[in-house]
């Protein structure tokens, strides 16, 4: 089969209006491949043939398969721990001042883009540790991931010695259950999350998330074109309480996309708040 310039090109464009992902000339061949992997297990005979199915079918099930495909998830429990450490040790403290002088008792959490679970598991394992009165507080944790396949691994929560390779000792013993040389989320650390496929382009899904305190929207925008990065962000912006938080990546910033947030050091790390 021979992928010719113009329909790969169709390919990136229904991918990139559907899903915002950006894949610039240098991923051809991580995409044709991927498009090849689909194709020979439909037994479809050319790339024009899939183009018609994704393009046209009103069934959405294989182009959530090729999604699922071509998104990368690599990450682990306390992945970037300086910057979860800020989280923990500086902003979270300040915050829960804040909500307390108001008798304000919830707390909500967004893990965007959370893959395999590590990170919001990660999220509600800090909350049980630096919470002096954890149970006084309505916490919610919402991971939210465009892959389905991700997603029910983050839900069987189950996870091999790389992941948990970050993970204090203590911390093993006490949130992890080690079964069959797996380590096994404790059920304390799941009641607070609720996991979701979300598409972070599609407006209406995006608008029905409020009332957020925290978003974590870490090594997501990498992904993303400029255009796309700002719809994004604009939409985390509402989902947002005022004075809350949103952590990115290192290696990603608002500044260029977005005036709306106050741009604060907190320790030793750029955080962005919401006025």
């Known amino acids: 089969m021979i992928l010719l310039d113009d329909l790969y090109g169709k390919f990136i464009d229904v991918i990139y ?44 099930s294989e182009f959530n398969q090729l999604i699922n495909d071509l998104t990368v998830n690599e990450t682990y429990f306390f992945r970037d721990f300086p910057q979860l450490e800020n989280f923990a040790e500086e902003v979270l403290p300040q915050y829960i001042k804040y909500k307390e002088a108001k008798k304000d008792y919830k707390l909500k959490i967004w893990s965007a883009a959370c893959s395999t679970g590590e990170e919001p598991y990660t999220l509600s394992i800090i909350l049980m540790e630096m919470l002096e009165q954890y149970d006084r507080w309505d916490i919610q944790i919402l991971a939210t991931d465009i892959n389905t396949e991700v997603l029910s691994m983050a839900q069987r929560g189950i996870y091999d010695s790389r992941s948990v390779r970050d993970v204090p000792e203590e911390y093993l013993g006490k949130y992890f259950t080690l079964r069959n040389g797996k380590h096994l989320i404790n059920l304390n650390v799941r009641k607070s999350i609720a996991f979701k496929q979300l598409n972070l382009m599609e407006s209406q899904e995006m608008r029905n998330i409020t009332g957020c305190d925290f978003i974590f929207c870490r090594n997501c925008l990498i992904y993303f074109d400029d255009d796309s990065r700002k719809k994004v962000i604009e939409s985390m912006y509402n989902s947002l309480n005022s004075c809350g938080y949103i952590f990115l990546g290192h290696s990603e910033s608002i500044g260029r996309i977005s005036s709306a947030f106050n741009v604060q050091r907190i320790g030793k790390t750029i955080v962005y708040s919401k006025p």
């Open 17 to 60: 209006k559907r899903t915002g992902l950006y894949y610039e000339p240098g991923k051809r061949y991580f995409v044709q491949k991927r498009l090849e992997k689909r194709i020979e297990e439909l037994g479809m005979e050319s790339f024009k043939e899939y183009y018609q199915l994704i393009k046209f079918s009103s069934d959405q």
